[in-house]
């Protein structure tokens, strides 16, 4: 049963970098068809798809974070992570790690296995 | 973007009603369209798939269906553990994005 797991400081200061890394267990990062993805969800709110990494490294991010965004791969460790640069108040969310998932119909992609989340917050 | 609403944004319902939740897409995005649940402090949780195909382990009360840009969501007689919020997303185009959400209440 493949679970994940997010990890990382639930403070950051304002112009800082937001890291947060997402364990990965009970399976392969390195195997494909699946897209590892990062999605956030400010208080109170609706959730905002940040961006993914596949196996072969090859990445693609939300146009909106595009400029301040990278996902990469720890494979070793079974990990991916999310460096978010030059935050603002606007960037306090939950912040979840999810496996994304190309169905068998109309090859549809869904988040089917979703971390916990954790709470960022982005202070002045 | 592809802007996802759905209607309404909140509901009361008693247990063992029938509640329809409507998700409409600002353009046409075929089946490309999954439904979720999440319950308050925990992740979202997938239900329903390209439309209308139920998740492993999804009781069969919830039902999808639709395409284009018109679908829905239907629990067919709520139950005590269906109170939560329901988000559609689409995957159709990059960005991936999701409704406001629907919060199923205890009447």
């Known amino acids: 049963q493949v679970q994940l797991q997010e990890s990382g400081p639930g403070l950051v200061k304002a112009s800082q970098t937001l890291s947060l890394t997402c364990t990965v267990s009970?399976?392969?990062?390195?195997?494909?068809?699946?897209?590892w993805s990062w999605i956030r969800q400010h208080p109170g709110k609706g959730l905002e798809w940040i961006g993914y990494?596949?196996?072969?490294?090859?990445?693609l991010y939300n146009p909106s974070l595009k400029s301040r965004l990278s996902i990469s791969f720890e494979t070793s460790r079974k990990q991916f992570s999310l460096n978010l640069r030059s935050v603002t108040a606007a960037d306090t969310a939950v912040y979840y790690c999810?496996?994304?998932?190309?169905?068998?119909?109309?090859?549809?992609?869904?988040?089917?296995?979703w971390g916990q989340g954790t709470m960022v917050t982005v202070s002045s | 973007d592809i802007q996802m609403t759905q209607s309404p944004s909140s509901l009361s319902a008693s247990v063992g009603d029938r509640v329809t939740i409507t998700c409409r897409a600002s353009q046409s995005i075929s089946s490309y369209l999954n439904w979720y649940q999440q319950k308050p402090g925990k992740a979202p949780k997938l239900l329903i798939y390209?439309?209308?195909t139920l998740q492993s382990g999804v009781p069969s009360r919830f039902s999808g269906s639709g395409s284009g840009t018109d679908f829905t969501l239907t629990i067919s007689s709520l139950q005590p553990a269906d109170f939560a919020i329901y988000y559609c997303?689409?995957?159709?185009?990059?960005?991936?994005?999701f409704g406001q959400g629907t919060k199923v209440e205890i009447k």
């Open positions: 990494i596949i196996y072969s490294g090859t990445t």
């Open positions: 009970g399976g392969s990062i390195s195997s494909g068809g699946y897209y």
């Open positions: 390209a439309a209308s």
């Open positions: 997303q689409q995957s159709y185009s990059i960005p991936k994005t």
């Open positions: 999810a496996r994304e998932i190309r169905t068998t119909v109309i090859a549809n992609d869904a988040f089917d296995i």
